[in-house]
């Protein structure tokens, strides 16, 4: 399922070029246009679903498999070390409305509370 309107579903189906760093049935994962760390990936399940609330819902084998496509992507990129981020909602930042997590490493990134 997917939807012409959706940048990462025209991403997934070849209509739109990327830096594709992995591939499997059910997820792709590719380089961040606007990266944030070194590893900036975005691991995206080929199904179209708004967010990681409905994946978890509809797919939880997908969503272990994309957790598992982003440990690789750490430990190829990140000696295994890496932020997994899901925005869920506009206003804390989801500005694409098909669910990705946003693998961030390969530098010393700290932490700091909002």
């Known amino acids: ?19 594709m760093v992995v591939e499997t049935e ?11 760390a070194p590893t900036h990936v975005l691991v995206v399940p080929r199904q179209h679903l708004a967010d ?4 978890a819902a509809a797919a939880p084998d ?3 498999e994309l957790i598992d496509v982003a440990q ?6 990140c000696d295994g070390q890496f932020r997994l981020i899901f925005n869920t909602g506009p206003r804390v930042g989801q500005s694409v409305f098909h669910v990705h997590g946003h693998v961030i ?8 509370p909002a």
């Open 1 to 19: 399922m997917s939807d012409t309107d959706c940048i990462f579903c025209q991403i997934i189906a070849g209509e739109i070029p990327t830096d």
């Open 26 to 36: 059910t997820i792709v994962a590719f380089r961040d246009i606007a990266p944030h």
């Open 52 to 55: 990681i609330t409905d994946l």
């Open 62 to 64: 997908v969503l272990a």
């Open 72 to 77: 690789r992507i750490a430990d190829d990129e």
């Open 105 to 112: 490493g390969g530098a010393d990134l700290g932490w700091s």
